[in-house]
């Protein structure tokens, strides 16, 4: 096997499922947002959602607040230091990839 | 995920805060308010007592229209956007603050060379509305339309440009142009809010359910 394929085993399996790439996705491009915000940008299910931030929960790439913006309700989601680094990671090795064998 | 699908997705985000027309209807109210400011000054003359009194705190209606406009923006949108459609607090990127800076630096001292040099040419030009015109045309274009592409940011750009260089040539004093350009300008803009907002408030009813997830 090439070695540009096999580049592709060590990919972040966590953050390369599609519903949790584009979670990921997302949650690089703002400081923080809602569950709400997500579900429709997603398209997900509350329960896929939820399943999908509390994987990314649980290796440390996000953090899950329940907090208040005025009377309103919120469960916040924040990409971590440690998520964007992974995030970053994935890219490169993608771009990489891409490059190699595009 | 290549750099397009992450730009795109990011675009996406970015157009999301003008997706209600609130913050079109905040700055066009200031844009209204600039407008009967200087209005106030062409009824009263520029010398009268209330003129001087409004020069003299304009700074002060400046840095409270700032406030007032944020202050209605979060809490419309804490309102009317967030139970709706969700909750988003943007990243300050330095580097993009940086670069906005320099793209409105730049394009002040275009501009201004531009309107000098045109001056020379055309003596009755207004080169001041002139300048003001082509640079809130610019903010609009380069700024809010290239960073969320959205279309109606690139019209009202346009439209910036257009009554900028139509009011510097009329014969009008500087400050009538003043006047009418924000004024007519923030008109534009506020419309343009209510007709998003409007849209934004059909499309997404009020939710019956909790969305707490």
């Known amino acids: ?102 | 995920m290549e750099n397009h699908d992450v730009k795109q997705v990011e675009q996406r985000v970015k157009r999301y805060w003008y997706s209600d027309g609130i913050a079109e209807l905040a700055s066009g109210g200031m844009f209204v308010l600039l407008g009967l400011y200087f209005w106030i000054q062409v009824i009263f003359g520029e010398g009268s007592l209330i003129s001087v009194f409004l020069q003299v705190i304009l700074v002060l209606v400046m840095i409270a229209g700032f406030i007032g406009v944020h202050w209605l923006v979060n809490t419309l949108k804490a309102r009317l956007t967030y139970p709706r459609t969700g909750y988003v607090e943007y990243r300050v990127d330095d580097r993009e603050v940086r670069r906005r800076r320099w793209i409105i630096v730049a394009a002040a001292v275009i501009v201004s060379g531009m309107a000098s040099v045109f001056e020379a040419y055309i003596r009755e030009l207004d080169s001041m509305i002139l300048i003001i015109g082509l640079l809130a045309g610019i903010i609009f274009i380069a700024l809010r339309g290239r960073s969320s592409g959205l279309k109606r940011f690139y019209a009202l750009g346009g439209l910036a440009i257009l009554l900028g260089i139509a009011l510097s040539l009329s014969p009008l004093s500087q400050i009538t142009d003043l006047a009418l350009f924000f004024g007519l300008l923030g008109v534009v803009i506020v419309t343009s809010g209510i007709l998003v907002l409007r849209q934004y408030l059909k499309e997404n009813p009020t939710p019956v359910e909790n969305n707490d997830g």
């Open chain 1, 1 to 102: 096997m090439d070695d540009d394929l096999r580049s592709l085993t060590e990919l972040d399996r966590l953050i390369h499922e599609p519903a949790r790439l584009l979670i990921v996705t997302i949650l690089s491009t703002v400081e923080s947002a809602d569950f709400l915000f997500l579900q429709r940008e997603t398209d997900l299910t509350k329960g896929n959602l939820s399943a999908h931030l509390s994987k990314l929960e649980n290796v440390g790439y996000v953090n899950i607040e329940k907090t208040f913006k005025g009377k309103l309700p919120l469960t916040v989601c924040i990409l971590t230091e440690t998520g964007r680094d992974a995030f970053e990671s994935y890219r490169q090795q993608m771009q990489n990839f891409i490059l190699k064998t595009g």
